[in-house]
């Protein structure tokens, strides 16, 4: 049986504009199991970027409890948090946010730079593991701007698998890409999912989810449907 | 996170702006180079004051009359009669600390030697005199005790003299001169001395017995000053001491009266001009300081807009688990790294400035270990001062804002 990456109960998440208070995220509650791919759908405004920001550990509920790998991280420090996001998550941004003038390798390898238990030897090693992964290994050398959007965001996933963390985080991860690119990022995330990754997929693509297992969708800070997909994803629709 | 890891990081960062780091550190640079020459200067004009007034002799002590009034009316020290050749005496017996002493009574006249006169200050003193003032004979010999004793006609003369009274001689030693009608044999030239620090020429005197002087020319037996040698720099100060206690016994002088002499050491002399030049030497520091300081404003200017501009990074370095900390240390060493790199440069690039003013332009310049270990320190203080409030604002970022910022 496998165990839960992600127990999510009862959360909350208010914030105070001027004197109203706005209930971004009401009683939500769900889990995550090991090797799930779980697309997180809704439409802007739905309070999906605040769920993401809280399974990322950059943010903290306002009530509820949040557990990641057994761990609650709902009464962690800034630190703690930070430690969290270096050991256990793996971001993919929409944009890339990859190093500008850093060859690839030296992106890949920032999240290990913060944790200084892993020398620079096996920092070099597990980084150019994770851009083989991703089909990169010939392009280690080249900085961002000499690769193209589909390859910047398989450096970007290369960054997200290298510390091996129990769940790679993607927030709108192919919204920069073209549908062919889009298809191919789609394809590699399945294909670490095979392989055994656990992977959130935060997105308001309909097509996007159908490469997942299972969706959640969110409506004004509330699960309004949680459903497993069945069949093939719909391609190129 | 190490601060091996942090300074790689910063490093790299630095180098993704080659053009901007060096433009920084150009600041920092000029800066450090400004304070080490200007301090180089300063420091070599002061030694080269001292080292003038010890040419003139490091331990030299110099007592001269008070004044005192006479019914009422306040005398010129210079006309006081009050040292005798007594005082000489109580000073070699008194003070343990006086290596050589010796009278002086001077007068000016002209000196005549065959066509040629001359206007210059004849100076009756002992055959210690020469070691006192640091001169040294040339040619010939200083004349000794047999001569003081018999009141001798004979004199050395200063280098200033010798040209004047003899162009076309070969050496002046054996020759005659009158000076008040007293004719002199010359037994003797002084070594050149040149100007001193007030612009006197020290080669225009002629050094004759005191006791000539006294008795064939001025018809006095006082002396007007004496001059005396303390055993050592060091011991200059105790020197002084003893000197004024054997003249207040041989001047007889009660608890409460007051010293009828002055006794000033050239160490006092030392003092008061090193003090001025220190004034000059800070002055010109505080200067250089400034474009020190604005080099350091330089260097906050420029991480603030690097904070800005790299808003996302920042952001993205907190999401794949940087720290406050880390991120504040980060931005913490990029500016030391610039104002201690700026230093480094700015001390070599002030050493090859100061030394090359001192061999093209012929400046007394002493570059100082301190002044080196000051303006480094300076540097790194500079770093962290102006690097701390940047670094601050880097570190405070929310990681969700950071991200997202456009």
Not at chain 1, 82 to 108: C, D, H, M, W, Y
Not at chain 2, 99 to 110: D, K, L
């Amino acid at each position: 049986m496998p165990h839960d990456i992600i127990k999510i109960s009862n959360l909350r998440r208010d914030f105070n504009v001027g004197a109203e208070t706005v209930h971004a995220l009401r009683n939500v509650s769900f889990g995550v199991k090991e090797n799930e791919f779980l697309t997180i759908m809704g439409t802007s405004g739905s309070g999906k970027s605040t769920l993401l920001n809280i399974l990322g550990a950059l943010d903290k509920p306002t009530e509820g409890d949040y557990y990641l790998d057994g761990i609650n991280v709902s009464n962690l420090s800034k630190d703690e948090l930070a430690v969290i996001r270096n050991r256990k998550i793996g971001f993919v941004f929409q944009s890339f946010n990859l190093l500008p003038r850093t060859s690839a390798l030296e992106n890949v390898e920032l999240p290990l730079m913060y944790n200084s238990g892993i020398s620079s030897r096996r920092r070099r090693e597990q980084a150019i593991e994770a851009l083989r992964i991703v089909g990169l290994a010939d392009r280690m050398k080249h900085a961002p701007n000499q690769l193209s959007g589909g390859q910047q965001q398989r450096v970007a996933i290369a960054r997200a698998l290298v510390n091996d963390p129990v769940m790679v985080l993607a927030d709108e991860a192919t919204g920069n890409l073209d549908s062919k690119t889009t298809e191919d990022i789609m394809s590699l995330f399945r294909k670490l999912n095979r392989e055994g990754k656990t992977i959130v997929f935060v997105t308001h693509e309909h097509d996007i989810a159908g490469y997942s297992k299972r969706t959640i969708v969110l409506r004004d800070g509330e699960i309004i449907d949680d459903y497993e997909n069945t069949g093939r994803p719909a391609q190129g629709s | 996170m190490n601060l091996f890891n942090l300074t790689k990081i910063a490093l790299k960062a630095m180098g993704r702006n080659k053009m901007r780091t060096f433009l920084t550190m150009l600041g920092i640079i000029i800066g450090v180079t400004s304070v080490i020459t200007m301090l180089a200067i300063g420091q070599g004009s002061k030694e080269s004051i001292q080292e003038q007034i010890s040419s003139m002799g490091a331990n030299m002590i110099m007592v001269h009359p008070g004044s005192d009034e006479r019914g009422g009316v306040m005398m010129d020290p210079s006309s006081m009669q009050t040292l005798k050749l007594e005082d000489v005496e109580a000073i070699q017996k008194y003070a343990s600390h006086v290596s050589a002493v010796s009278p002086m009574v001077s007068t000016s006249g002209q000196a005549i030697a065959g066509s040629g006169n001359w206007p210059t200050t004849i100076q009756g003193v002992s055959e210690d005199f020469p070691d006192i003032r640091k001169m040294e004979v040339a040619e010939g010999v200083m004349f000794t005790d047999y001569h003081i004793k018999r009141a001798a006609k004979v004199c050395l003369l200063g280098q200033t003299v010798v040209d004047e009274l003899f162009p076309y001689k070969e050496t002046a030693v054996g020759e005659t001169i009158r000076f008040r009608k007293v004719p002199f044999k010359v037994i003797g030239v002084l070594a050149e001395k040149g100007q001193n620090t007030f612009g006197q020429d020290q080669d225009d005197i002629i050094l004759a017995p005191y006791t000539t002087i006294q008795k064939r020319i001025m018809a006095v037996t006082h002396i007007q000053s004496v001059y005396a040698s303390a055993t050592s720099e060091m011991e200059s100060e105790q020197a002084e001491e003893e000197i004024t206690r054997a003249l207040r016994i041989s001047h007889e002088l009660a608890e409460n009266e007051e010293n009828d002499f002055t006794v000033r050491s050239q160490q006092e002399l030392i003092s008061t001009f090193s003090s001025t030049s220190q004034m000059l030497t800070i002055l010109l520091g505080a200067i250089a300081s400034i474009s020190l300081l604005v080099g350091g404003i330089g260097i906050m200017n420029i991480m603030f807009v690097s904070v800005t501009e790299r808003t996302r990074e920042i952001g993205l370095r907190m999401a794949v688990g940087g720290r406050s900390r880390d991120i504040l240390s980060q931005f913490l060493i990029e500016a030391v790294i610039v104002s201690v790199g700026g230093g480094l440069i700015g001390v070599f690039l002030g050493l090859v400035l100061s030394y090359g003013l001192g061999n093209i332009l012929g400046w007394p310049v002493t570059v100082t270990e301190q002044s080196i270990v000051l303006s480094f320190m300076v540097c790194a203080v500079v770093g962290i001062f102006f690097g701390w409030y940047p670094a601050r604002k880097a570190s405070g970022l929310d990681p969700i804002d950071a991200l997202r910022y456009e």
